[in-house]
């Protein structure tokens, strides 16, 4: 019994030191101390030992088993200790290495003009408004004297949500808002979301922006009118710019212009750019018409004003020079990082 114990430990032992690998050690764990393991068989050979020899025996089967965990244990050591050292070699830092760049975000260009827009007016002690993409038809059109079956309401497409509430089409519609507040004097511009059911195109698109802009105030004259939105276009495109008015018509001011700007590119000569026209319309503009006050709650023998809207991707497109709207909504990185 003893010359078997030896023959396996030393078995066992010689078997761990061959190993070459940590998965080894638990496959020869299992060939010897396992359930149906050579010492496990040798402990079930008990029963034909004598009696009194079994407390020795037994001794020995257990020194036998610790003999070889032992070694097993010493072995799983050296191999995670060697397993440990070669990680570390490979996974060096090499502290020279130069850092990886973050990348820098741009602004979008709708945004830039945005805010260049905004300064311009909270420069002249306008304050910036906001107001509900998702609209009354009362808003968007009737209170801005666009009645039922009045033919502007059909030049906007219109995505209707029900009979009653619609996608605002014009951010006309916060001037409603802001006048059934009552607080007089108004000085305010909005800028925003609006939504026409438009095909996309190098000047289309279901959704822009627009920024509108509104005067109230006892006295308001076109005088201010003109004043300021010439300001406006001299701090947008230049001081250099010229303005232009030309009589056109919108439902709520009256009298109603549109306002083009001399071309900034060839001085109002006429090039490529300006279409060899030397000017590009840029907003719409009027007086604030007296239904539009009346409707609001506002006494138009008391008070006057004017209003415009323009379009925000215009700016950005004429500022730029870019000549496709499409470029400013696919959100290509290439393009966005030239701002
Ligand atoms: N809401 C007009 C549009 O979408 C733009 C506009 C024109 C706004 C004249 C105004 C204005 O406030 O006075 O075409």
Same mark, same amino acid.
């Given at each position: 019994m003893k010359e078997k114990l030896e023959q396996i430990v030393n078995e066992a032992l010689s078997k761990i030191n061959e !190993?070459?690998?940590?998965?080894k050690l638990s496959d020869i764990k299992t060939q010897f101390? #396992? %359930?149906?393991g050579e010492l496990t068989a040798v402990l079930k050979g008990? %029963? &034909?030992?004598a009696p009194q020899d079994r407390p020795k025996v037994g001794q020995m089967v257990n020194d036998a088993r610790a003999k070889i965990e032992e070694v097993l244990e010493e072995k799983k050591t050296s191999f995670e200790r060697a397993r440990r050292a070669e990680k570390m070699k490979k996974e060096?830092?090499?502290?020279t290495l130069p850092g990886r760049q973050l990348g820098r975000g741009h602004r979008h260009p709708n945004t830039i003009a945005l805010e260049e827009v905004e300064r311009i007016f909270v420069g002249m002690g306008y304050e910036v408004v906001g107001g509900p993409e998702i609209e009354y038809d009362y808003y968007n059109f009737e209170a801005l004297n666009?009645?039922? #079956?009045?033919?502007a309401k059909d030049e906007q497409d219109t995505f209707y949500i029900n009979d009653e509430i @619609? @996608?605002?089409?014009?951010? !006309?519609s916060v001037q409603v808002h802001m006048m059934e507040? #009552? %607080?007089?004097?108004i000085r305010m511009i909005s800028p925003g979301r609006v939504f026409r059911s438009d095909d996309v195109d190098a000047t289309h698109s279901p959704s822009f922006h627009q920024i509108e802009g509104m005067v109230i105030d006892k006295n308001i004259t076109f005088a201010d009118l003109k004043g300021t939105l010439e300001l406006f276009a001299q701090k947008l495109f230049g001081k250099d710019t010229k303005v232009k008015f030309r009589p056109h018509h919108f439902p709520?001011?009256?009298?109603s212009a549109e306002m083009d700007v001399s071309c900034f590119k060839c001085g109002g000569k006429g090039c490529r750019f300006c279409k060899g026209e030397g000017w590009i319309e840029i907003l719409g503009c009027g007086m604030v018409h007296p239904h539009v006050f009346e409707m609001s709650g506002i006494d138009p023998n008391e008070y006057t004003g004017f209003a415009f809207g323009v379009g925000l991707e215009r700016i950005a497109l004429l500022k730029y020079e870019?000549? &496709?709207?499409r470029l400013l909504y696919e959100n290509d990185i290439r393009f966005l990082e030239q701002f």
């Open positions: !190993s070459d690998q940590l998965e101390l #396992g %359930k149906k008990m %029963k &034909d030992v060096v830092i090499d502290v666009i009645p039922e #079956g009045h033919p @619609l @996608l605002r089409t014009q951010t !006309s507040q #009552g %607080k007089l004097p709520f001011t009256e009298p870019i000549d &496709d709207m």
